[in-house]
């Protein structure tokens, strides 16, 4: 049983749109959500982590979490090709040392 | 601030052989520390987490073990490396126990 899925995309969004990226987890008890940005080839960089339901803005980036609906996702606006990536999702689990992450969405934003 | 290293960057081991990859982490004490395995076009696997020294969990069963000899180093090892072994791994850190993780730079392993 997978404890975070995610839509494997590939995701392509033209420059200037909004990437919206989702993510369902299965552990009711998780705390704590944590989106990740990695490039090919390189490790994963936090990009945003949200505790409380509703949103979280950072720039471009917005972070939804629906603690009911056990559903969290990334908002990236106006979308740049350096945003091109594979976008992890990361869940802490209730028992706060374990963190399972989703296979990660392809994203591709069109110049 | 604090920074973690890991190394080698790359790897080439034959089946059978040992394998010892090894992570520190600066500018902190007492880190929760992890070890991933992301195979080709996969996920991320928790293999072995730490909540202190000499304290490991394991998550999944196989010829890979993990030590922590001091607060701020986390070993990954195998006695003898299997194909299905191959993958990017990835030790990481937190400072507490719902706080982000940051990853190290990854060593690429190949088992040929």
């Known amino acids: 049983q997978k404890e975070v899925e995610q839509n494997s995309g590939p995701l392509s969004v033209p420059e200037g749109a909004i990437a919206s990226l989702n993510c369902t987890y299965s552990d009711r008890g998780s705390q704590s959500f944590f989106w990740y940005r990695q490039y090919s080839g390189k490790s994963p960089e936090l990009i945003m982590f949200i505790y409380s339901n509703g949103d979280k803005e950072d720039g471009r980036f917005t972070a939804q979490l629906n603690k009911a609906s056990q559903y969290v996702s990334l908002l990236i606006r106006d979308s740049q090709p350096s945003d091109s990536a594979t976008y992890l999702c990361?869940?802490?689990?209730?028992?706060?040392?374990?963190?399972?992450f989703g296979t990660g969405t392809s994203l591709t934003v069109i110049p | 601030s604090q920074t973690i290293h890991q190394w080698p960057a790359t790897l080439v081991q034959p089946v059978g052989s040992p394998l010892s990859l090894e992570c520190t982490v600066e500018g902190t004490s007492n880190p929760n520390l992890y070890w991933y395995r992301q195979a080709a076009g996969r996920g991320l696997q928790l293999l072995f987490y730490?909540?202190?020294?000499?304290?490991i969990s394991s998550e999944v069963p196989q010829n890979l073990s993990a030590s922590r000899p001091q607060d701020r180093q986390f070993i990954l090892s195998s006695k003898k490396l299997l194909l299905s072994d191959s993958g990017f791994y990835l030790c990481?850190?937190?400072?507490?126990?719902?706080?982000?993780?940051?990853f190290g730079n990854g060593t690429r392993l190949t088992v040929t």
């Open positions: 990481a850190y937190g400072q507490t126990p719902n706080s982000p993780l940051h």
């Open positions: 990361a869940v802490n689990a209730n028992t706060g040392n374990q963190f399972y």
């Open positions: 730490s909540v202190g020294i000499g304290q």
